[in-house]
């Protein structure tokens, strides 16, 4: 069933965990988010990301999307990530996403603040949630940002934390539902460790009680994750690692196919078969983790 972002995040909110929130810029993927949440019991946020418009058009796996998601027992958000352009997000809204993320970080603050709250005038006639960004997270997925022995903070990746004094004030002048704050992941491959700042988080948290999103959330240890779902995180945004291992699986298969027969013919739905099998045991394993100790809630 269809679920809008701020119930989702309630339910989150209620059980101490977080919800897994996973772009899916295939069909394979969104059968796979879907099909984990099934499997699992545990709500999901199914994402389609403004930056995958070229590998995925809006209008092609939006309203799939919705309709898989209404027709599914598990409980599911359909949400916009990153939308840059209201014109995009009004589409997103259009077609009966839940959840819309407008994100002006690399505006100026005052922009970013205008631009948030035309977002939050346009959800008020939809049954939707808004999600806005305060800081950076520096570039997109897919991008190698973190340098081995830097922290993102300093190692020149675009990242910037989120000031929390700023947070209150931004949340209070845009009338947003859930805040993706910056605390040291980062989009992207790590090359090495991610080091994560719980005070920020926590000095956020004291500020504003609304729900909290990490983004760059794929890639970081089970034990930070607790301890940031512990400091008020409820949406995790995983993406490239899940994409990472679906794609080694698809090779797996060729390198298998061409170690018995140097010309073996391998076949397009064998790739994609495997890097569904691979999305959904990854997809389930980081829910369980985000879950936090919570019983299954379906
Ligand atoms: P990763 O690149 O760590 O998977 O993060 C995805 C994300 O934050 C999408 O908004």
Known sequence: MLVNLRDICSIAEQNNMAV?????????????????????????????????EDMMPLDKIGPAMVDLAERSTAQICVHLDH??????????????????MFDGSALPYEDNVYYSARAAEMCSGYNCGLECELGSMGAREGDVLVKEGETPAAGGTGAVYTDPDQAGEFVAATGLDILACSFGTVHGLYRGEPHLSFEVLEQ?????????VMHGGSGVSDDDYRQAIDAGIRKINYYTYGAKYAGEAACRVVDAARAK?????????????AAYECLVKDFMQVMKVFANGAAPLA
């Open 204 to 212: 956020i948290r004291e500020r504003i009680r609304i729900p909290l």
């Open 20 to 52: 897994g929130a996973f772009n899916a810029p295939s069909f394979e993927a969104v059968r796979a988010v879907i099909d984990a949440a099934e499997e699992t019991g545990y709500p999901v946020i199914l994402q389609h990301a403004e930056c995958h």
């Open 261 to 273: 027969d140097s010309s073996a013919v391998v076949y397009w739905h064998d790739l994609t078969g």
């Open 83 to 100: 939308g840059e352009n209201l014109s995009y997000l009004h589409r997103a809204l259009e077609y009966g996403f839940t959840g819309i």
